[in-house]
């Protein structure tokens, strides 16, 4: 392996114990519940989801999991 390689690899390492380095602004998930599999997505601060669920309140529990995990990494809109 040359030494650009091994510098880059490097550096993906030093970045990934920083992530407070990463901002997600926009995403699309492919999300398996446990009844069928859901479409979400996160764009400019907001969450949406193909379930029924989310059609009928504007939040579900796959949006719910989603922001738990990803957290403060997260975009707020505006930001």
């Known amino acids: 392996m040359d030494s650009a390689m091994v510098s880059k690899i490097e550096k993906a390492k030093r970045y990934a114990e920083e992530p407070e380095r990463v901002t997600i602004t926009q995403m699309t998930v492919r999300f398996k ?3 069928d599999v859901h479409i979400v997505t996160f764009d400019q601060g907001k969450w949406s989801c193909t379930c029924h669920f989310f059609s009928q309140r504007g939040v579900c529990s796959h949006s719910m999991a989603l922001e738990r995990i990803f957290g ?3 975009m707020e809109a505006g930001a």
Request: proline fraction near 0%.
């Open 33 to 35: 519940g446990d009844h």
């Open 72 to 74: 403060e990494r997260l």
